[in-house]
């Protein structure tokens, strides 16, 4: 059945393709400007040769890289597709390119084009999704850096011109991400300091150091945990072997700890260790119902939304015949989307505190010497002051909703350093801003 129902999809898939060069064509009749028409026409030439050929450069390998990635959102409608290590399976491409003349400065635009493509929504979702939802990002990541699986350097000139047409682009998608080892090499680490330090939270930087042992526990071998990537924000996948719904739920610690408040309230026997106590008894029940609903997920996968296009990509699922939704990856990973509120619920000891100052409302030295003895106990080593800003002031615009603080106007640098100065006195590391 697997086999059968591949053979369907990847016949659609080349059928599909042809469309598109039968789009082009028809586009290129109809373009008065001849440098675009050739533009089409060469895209026609190469999608008809490659629907059921391999490509055979830079330009082609794009161009059915992207064909690929639509016809699996086709298949999934997923929220995030990680295009993994595509600095090292695109190289040999680009190597290609180079020597039938085309220069850097074209397959930079190549690749400029493409950051601009992946830049979508995922475009179906269920009424009760997109009430949270709506335009949510088809969440592309792409990977750079690291090691082979002998644990050498594994970077490619590729990795370097990906962060260059990001920072061309600077869009939201691809979501970049850097791996940090003791092997990376200066020049690759300062281009991505670089980017980082334009601002927009692109790349992501993953440790080597830390990622490729916590693999190894969970039972990966050294060369796949070494050819790690990631799927989405953060989470962490092996390329063509890895299945996981990164997703399959989400845990909002402070609603255990709120229910958990709710039930001592007017009680006059209430204590510290009573409410941590019926807190840890309340997490473990939600957990419990949480992993429940996690394996209903799974099953209601296999069942009713296999995917054998995307398993056709996975080397297991082709030995043994078995779509991913059936088990069929070498590695099966369901996990949580996040631990919400972990910091704000530990006690103080555990985590660093953090606190806001708005101008009229909390920002005078009397709350603020307040503040410090109520934290004194504690032994906290660092202390962020967090003045008050009105960067996301837009965002109740969008909700419909009034903003209270529009006239507020945030506190300058000399207004912030008594605080700092207090704030120093008591023996804290001082952040200001975060």
């Not at 015949?321 to 103080?348: C, F, H, K, M």
Request: glycine share 8%; net charge neutral; hydrophobic share 40%.
């Amino acid at each position: 059945m697997f086999y059968q129902a591949l053979g369907i999809l990847l016949a659609a898939a080349s059928e599909h393709i042809l469309r598109y060069r039968d789009l082009a064509r028809e586009l290129a009749k109809q373009s008065a400007d001849p440098e675009r028409r050739q533009e089409l026409e060469r895209i026609a030439a190469i999608s008809e040769r490659f629907a059921l050929a391999a490509p055979e450069d830079f330009r082609e390998a794009c161009q059915l890289f992207w064909y690929m990635n639509v016809i699996l959102q086709y298949e999934s409608n997923a929220s995030s597709l990680s295009l993994g290590r595509f600095y090292q399976y695109m190289w040999t491409f680009y190597q290609a390119s180079l020597q039938k003349g085309e220069t850097p400065s074209v397959l930079k635009e190549l690749l400029e084009n493409l950051g601009i493509k992946v830049n979508d929504v995922v475009l179906l979702r269920s009424a009760s999704s997109a009430k949270f939802f709506a335009g949510f990002p088809a969440g592309y990541t792409i990977i750079l850096g690291g090691k082979n699986a002998l644990g050498h350097n594994a970077e490619t000139p590729l990795s370097t011109l990906c962060l260059d047409a990001f920072q061309s682009i600077q869009l939201p998608q691809p979501n970049l991400g850097v791996k940090l080892n003791e092997r990376m090499s200066r020049s690759f680490l300062l281009k991505a300091a670089e980017t980082i330090r334009i601002g927009t939270g692109i790349p992501q930087v993953f440790n080597d150091e830390g990622v490729i042992p916590s693999l190894l526990n969970r039972g990966a071998t050294l060369a796949d945990a070494r050819d790690y990537s990631v799927v989405g924000c953060v989470e962490l996948s092996i390329p063509g072997k890895t299945y996981g719904l990164h997703d399959i739920a989400m845990f909002n610690l402070l609603k255990v700890m709120e229910i958990a408040l709710k039930t001592f309230r007017g009680d006059p026997a209430a204590s510290y260790d009573r409410i941590c106590a019926r807190i840890d008894e309340n997490i473990r029940r939600y957990v419990r119902l949480m992993v429940e609903g996690a394996n209903v997920c799974d099953i209601g996968h296999r069942d009713w939304a296999p995917v054998p296009l995307l398993s056709s990509l996975m080397t297991d699922c082709l030995e043994t015949g078995r779509d991913v939704t059936e088990g069929g990856a070498r590695y099966n990973l369901s996990g949580v989307q996040g631990i919400v509120g972990a910091t704000s619920w530990a006690p103080p000891r555990y985590s660093s505190r953090s606190a806001s100052w708005i101008p009229g409302y909390t920002l005078n030295l009397n709350n603020f010497d307040r503040a410090l003895a109520f934290l004194a106990p504690y032994g906290l080593k660092a202390l962020h002051l967090l003045p008050f800003h009105q960067y996301g002031a837009s965002k109740y615009g969008l909700v419909g909703v009034d903003c209270a603080m529009t006239d507020v106007s945030p506190p300058e640098k000399d207004d912030i350093k008594p605080y700092l100065r207090r704030a120093e006195e008591a023996g804290y590391h001082v952040v200001v801003g975060g």
